[in-house]
């Protein structure tokens, strides 16, 4: 078997203070003919980053509408993950050497898994290109095979400008899929044939320790711990140390916004995730960045930075950023605006579906709009709390787990 993610409960009625009795209805409803169906999602790591902050929720969802749900990781090791991390970078456009050997290694380890995966599953769910290969290895298993078994590739990361031989390598194994989901329609590549595409956005979770309210002492007590003045203004990104979240970029704005608000202070805080080798590496460049300024925090995981900690940073902050240079989705952004909080974020993927430009935030291109759309924000704290509200309700309409949980009933149940 492979390795089981051990998850809290969540019960689904619980959300109707949030979203209202008739989404909960509807979620029932499309739930019926579902009853009792076996769903497994593979991912490739149960801590740190988007997919397993959706997983753990939208599984134990799943659980309290009557669906078997399990959620499993895939076994890796340091050098598959080192070579998934490189085929992640080449799928949002970085250009790597994508090696016979590193082929080997990849499929290789996926051939240990799918020798481990159980069968009996009536809709097996693969997030990202990590688990892609699975279904290579198993369509011929009466156990798993397309009568039995329903399969589904979902695709969290941007593939418009994907490496074209790291795709073409890995759109024959997708390609196997009973359908595919993606978080935008302009992610999706025009080479790859299939015939049932889906275009779902991810979400965040209201009941969520990282989202639940926190009263406001409770975050001044837990930001003052880590040396931060909560009475001068604070600037915060969250987000894993990778390249593409640009936190060197979001230090080179913050120097341009402290020569017109010489008290603000800066938050980077970022977990390490367990498949994510680089992340140490951008951690020494960007302290290399930060170069000894006190008024930057550098916090990770490593500095208990956990749930409690981000949620009380994000309630906090008087704005928050998030400067990728490529995102998928980037569920920061809508754990920011659902506290309220006014977004500054890159002009990239999924954060285009959740700040409307000047109205719950503000798109930039560059450090320099970065820096300057901050300035303004601070400049002008009455309408930053109304485009914080504003944002709030776009994520309530939008993107919380229950509107994902039924888009999903909802595909399950056609491909029955
Ligand atoms: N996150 C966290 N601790 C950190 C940094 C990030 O728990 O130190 C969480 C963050 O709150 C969000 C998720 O990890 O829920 C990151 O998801 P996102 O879609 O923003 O980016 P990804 O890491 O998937 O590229």
């Given at each position: 078997m492979l390795e089981r993610v051990p998850l809290l409960e969540k019960e689904?009625?619980?959300?109707?203070?949030?979203?209202?009795?008739?989404?909960?209805?509807?979620?029932?409803?499309?739930?019926?003919?579902?009853?009792?169906?076996?769903?497994?999602?593979?991912?490739?790591?149960?801590?740190?980053g988007g997919v397993a902050e959706l997983l753990a929720t939208h599984v134990p969802l799943l659980r309290s509408v009557g669906i078997e749900s399990e959620w499993q990781v895939l076994h890796g090791s340091d050098e598959f993950f080192a070579i998934t991390k490189q085929v992640h970078n080449a799928l949002q456009g970085a250009d790597i050497e994508w090696t016979p050997a590193m082929q080997r290694t990849?499929?290789?380890?996926?051939?240990?898994?799918?020798?481990?995966?159980?069968d009996g599953w009536d809709f097996v769910v693969v997030h990202d290109p990590q688990p892609a290969a699975l279904l290579h290895f198993l369509r011929d298993n009466p156990g798993f095979s397309s009568g039995r078994t329903r399969w589904i590739w979902r695709c969290h990361i941007d593939l418009t400008v994907a490496n074209p031989t790291v795709w073409e390598f890995f759109r024959p194994f997708v390609e196997l899929h009973d359908a595919s989901v993606w978080t935008m329609a302009e992610f999706v590549p025009a080479s790859l044939k299939m015939n049932h595409v889906e275009h779902l956005p991810p979400c965040i979770d209201p009941l969520s320790v990282k989202n639940l309210d926190l009263a406001l002492p409770f975050c001044i007590e837990l930001t003052r711990q880590y040396g931060i003045d909560t009475k001068r203004p604070i600037i915060c990104q969250i987000s894993r140390y990778d390249p593409w979240k640009d936190p060197v970029g979001v230090i080179d704005a913050f120097r341009l916004v402290r020569e017109q608000v010489p008290d603000a202070q800066l938050i980077l805080a970022g977990s390490m995730a367990t498949d994510d080798p680089e992340g140490f590496r951008v951690w020494e460049e960007t302290e290399a960045a930060r170069a000894g300024d006190k008024d930057i925090h550098l916090l990770s995981n490593l500095h208990q930075v956990g749930s409690v900690q981000i949620?009380?940073?994000?309630?906090?902050?008087?704005?928050?950023?998030?400067?990728?240079?490529?995102?998928?989705?980037?569920?920061?952004?809508?754990?920011?605006?659902?506290?309220?909080?006014?977004?500054?974020?890159?002009?990239?993927?999924?954060?285009?579906?959740?700040?409307?430009?000047?109205?719950?935030?503000?798109?930039?291109?560059?450090?320099?709009?970065?820096?300057?759309?901050?300035?303004?924000?601070?400049?002008?704290?009455?309408?930053?709390?109304?485009?914080?509200?504003?944002?709030?309700?776009?994520?309530?309409?939008?993107f919380l787990s229950t509107r994902e949980l039924l888009d999903w009933l909802e595909l399950l149940g056609s491909l029955r």
């Open positions: 689904l009625d619980h959300y109707s203070a949030v979203v209202g009795d008739d989404v909960i209805a509807a979620i029932r409803e499309a739930a019926e003919s579902l009853r009792g169906a076996r769903v497994l999602h593979v991912s490739a790591t149960a801590y740190g990849y499929l290789e380890r996926i051939l240990d898994n799918a020798l481990l995966l159980e949620n009380a940073f994000q309630r906090i902050a008087t704005v928050m950023v998030q400067k990728s240079l490529r995102e998928g989705f980037g569920l920061t952004v809508s754990e920011a605006l659902w506290k309220g909080r006014p977004v500054v974020g890159g002009r990239a993927g999924g954060i285009k579906l959740q700040i409307r430009d000047g109205q719950s935030g503000f798109l930039v291109d560059s450090v320099e709009d970065c820096a300057r759309r901050i300035i303004d924000l601070l400049a002008d704290p009455v309408g930053a709390e109304a485009m914080g509200s504003e944002g709030r309700e776009h994520v309530r309409s939008q």
